[in-house]
């Protein structure tokens, strides 16, 4: 059964830093795209950052800049450093994989990790 298990969500104050993880077993995950999506109450689910498979990567204009996201192939995981946090940045972060070859037919999420931003 494949999972994607995040991790590194907390409280942080305005200003602060955290790194999340996603670590994905049971799909060769260097043929999936991989993605961070946010999600507050009530609101749909939003793209925070994507990664393809060969590294390029593309933001959410409001995290551009502050938050980075990249991909270790051996070790399954995908990170999005998260800077500069901002009260707007409270949410459920989720993590996507979308099989590159077929996303709309092949893909998977994660459980979701709160991060809550506040002083």
């Known amino acids: 059964q494949v999972q994607l298990v995040e991790s590194g969500g907390g409280l942080v104050q305005p200003g602060g830093s955290l790194r999340l993880s996603c670590t994905a077993s049971?799909?060769?995950?260097?043929?999936?795209?991989m993605g961070w999506y946010r999600q507050e109450p009530g609101n749909q689910r939003d793209l925070v950052a994507r990664?393809?498979?060969?590294?390029?990567?593309n933001y959410a204009d409001s995290v551009e800049g502050r938050f980075t996201i990249s991909r270790d192939n051996t070790a399954n995981t995908v990170y999005l450093q998260m800077n500069n946090l901002k009260p707007e940045d409270t949410a459920v972060y989720y993590c996507?994989?979308?099989?590159?070859?077929?996303?709309?037919?092949?893909?998977?999420w994660g459980q979701g990790t709160q991060v809550t931003v506040s002083s």
């Open positions: 996507k994989a979308e099989l590159a070859a077929n996303p709309t037919a092949i893909n998977y």
């Open positions: 990664i393809s498979t060969s590294g390029g990567t």
């Open positions: 049971k799909i060769l995950f260097r043929l999936f795209v």
